[in-house]
């Protein structure tokens, strides 16, 4: 509501008072549409090289460690890395272990254009080009013989009828992996395999792959909970969680549930915990939902400043049992945030003293305990003493409704959460292990709108984890979740070999028997 001449105070210092906290106000809306604009028009990206232009690129999106080349070329260890990472490209070689299929190319006439001799092969050229044979689906027809004894009335020998997953269904086990690979590690959709399916010549509704994937997680669900409760296991534990959206039947709308997403990953220590991550379907994001997640749980749990986890460390039954780690991402993103809207000069400086932290972490990744811990001692614990006493300097001079003392409160009052990687070589100063690991769920979350009911978000969180703990371990999805389905259901792996078949275990298994038979 407009503001009349005769409601001003006739008072100096208050009319003074009205102005300051006017202009305060002013500053908030002024960041809230320039936060909205960024939003709509401007750039996502948090990497320093965007954010401030002459600083080295800080890349959020950095790998937990250091993939192989594509092209099967070991890496040169003696060669200091460049501050800029080189692209991964295949130049000069494909990958050594794709199968080779050579086609001879022979001139149209051997004969010499001169005196029409017979020419001899002196050389040859060779080029290698990346080739897909197409997919295609058959009908696998199982014949069984009856066998009996013409002598006497003996009983008639038939071999017994393999095992499927859907028995006496129209699929084989192996299609059935390939459709929930499809669907909870590349991302596609339901939906969509039916109308590639359709392509061939193949109709099937969309109810039976649901269907399909319900008899998939039910088969692998005791895997899902061994892998679930093996990381939990570990005293180290990445935390988070995104919304889903679950339609409730018979009222034509969906329901906000949600997906928690547990992730380990020692790589970069070379520590015992594998890559993997396991998602766990709930009806809420309150603290009851993390509690009977992470029962029996002791250990760090590295987490954003949800206030779920500020309480779940807080509780009697979990007092000393869980300390939290902070990300020291999210704090930096407030800081992106405030310089992307007021320009600030000082959140640029935060955004750059932060980078000078991960410049050390990115040289000490890949040592060993001691050696991080020495290295975040002596040279990073001083760069975040010093980013302490610039925000509690800095704080004191500027308004409370300012965005960015909210940038600089988030930071403080988490402080002892924020720093405590530099205490424990173990530690990782973000979360990004999980949010990484998050970003499929997000994928197919925004592919597929929606869940068909809780049921589907169940079967979604038990086959998406462990896919995608089988794409963290380097392994193909399909070929892990086949193999898997095949000695569930033919019962060579019985429930006491469980373990055989976590994606870490399956991969050493399979390693180990190609070594055995070169």
Known sequence: MAIRPEDLPKDAAALAEMVLAFDSENEDLRAEIATLKGLIFGARSERSAIICAEQLAFDLERTADVQPPANDDEPESDTPRSKRRKPRRNIGALPAHLPRVEQVIEPASTLCPCCAGQMHRIGEETSEALDRVPAWL???RTIRPKYACRACEGPIVQAPAPARLVEGGMATTALIAHIAAAKYAWQSTLYRQTQILAGHGVVVDRQTLARWMGSVAWMVKGLYDLQLKTMHRFDRLFCDETPMPVLEPGRGRTKICQFWAHATDDRAWKGPA???????FAGGRGKKEIVAQLAGFEGVLQVDGYAAYVSLAGDAKTSGKIRLAYCLVHARRNFVKVHKATNSPFAREVIERIGAVYAIEERIRGLDVGERRTARQVETKP????????????????SRRSTLIKAIDYMLERWEGLTAFLDDGRLEPDTN????SIRPIAIGKKNSLFSGDEGGGETWAIL???LNTAKLNGVDPEAYLTDVLERMVSGRTTNDRLHELLAWNWKAARGAEKRAAA
């Open 138 to 140: 058959r009908v696998l």
């Open 274 to 280: 594998p890559p993997a991550v396991a998602y766990v």
């Open 383 to 398: 760069l975040m003493e010093a980013l302490k006493a610039r925000l509690v300097a800095v704080k004191d001079g500027i």
């Open 433 to 436: 292990t999980v949010e990484r």
């Open 464 to 466: 998406s984890s462990l």
